[in-house]
């Protein structure tokens, strides 16, 4: 079988404007959420640790109850939360297509991870430094500011850099019920349109998305860690 390769060039060139687009959005919908996903799931993951048993802000009760939703979201699969969603998805952006709502499900299903994340990496932290803070009288806040996060920040933006790809990967699904983005461009040229050149075109955008997505974390990661 022979392959063309004018066909192939003639037609990644047809459908160039198409995959600009859908790439744009889904860089766009992948750097939304991770904003959002950091906003939300940097605290819990913080609350998690400070209020664990033995925690400065000891608090076991309330770190149970916490710890127990975010175990609910983390194992809900995402092409299910994403469905499930669709109330909240109207409610707040007014719709359940487009860049805009795959975002919520993708936040949702995404900062249960970074939280857990966080407190991983917090509690990694040795503890002869954070009693050597209390023991000079530092407070909870500045404890978590000036010496939890810094320590295990090399260690979070690996974590969050992990969680990016993952996200990638679910913004892909999410085209599939009209998220936008590569996955949605997949999905309409690839399985409906049965266009296997647009399909390993995506594919390729999106494997470069991951590798660059994993260098940068890697050297902000190398860049930050003082040890």
């Known amino acids: 079988m022979s392959i063309d390769l004018n066909f192939i060039v003639n037609h990644l060139i047809e459908i160039s404007p ?13 750097g939304a959420t991770m904003l959002f996903s950091v906003i939300t799931g940097v605290p819990l993951g913080v609350l998690l640790v400070v209020t664990e ?14 710890g127990t939703i975010v175990n609910v979201f983390r194992s809900i699969p995402f092409i299910i939360l994403l469905i499930a969603l669709f109330p909240l998805t109207r409610l707040l952006v007014g719709t359940t297509v487009g860049t805009a709502a795959a975002t919520v499900p993708l ?14 990496s917090l ?8 009693e050597a803070a209390i023991s000079m009288g530092a407070k909870p806040w500045q404890i978590i500011t000036k010496v939890l996060l810094p320590e295990a920040l090399p260690g979070i933006i690996l974590g969050l850099t992990i969680t990016t790809v993952t996200v990638i990967g679910y913004s892909a699904m999410a085209g599939v019920v009209g998220g936008g983005g590569l996955g949605d461009l997949a999905y309409r040229y690839g399985f409906q349109r049965f266009d296997e050149i647009t399909t ?9 998305m991951v590798q660059l997505v994993q260098s940068l974390g890697n050297w902000l990661s190398k860049a930050v860690n003082k040890k």
């Open 18 to 30: 198409e995959l600009w687009k859908a790439a744009y959005q889904t860089t766009v919908m992948v």
């Open 53 to 66: 048993k033995g925690g400065i802000m000891e608090s076991p009760k309330f770190c149970s109850v916490l």
């Open 107 to 120: 936040v949702v299903g995404a900062a249960p991870f970074v939280a857990r994340i966080v407190e991983s």
């Open 123 to 130: 509690k990694e932290v040795d503890k002869g430094v954070v």
């Open 200 to 208: 390993y075109a995506v594919v390729v955008i999106l494997v470069v």
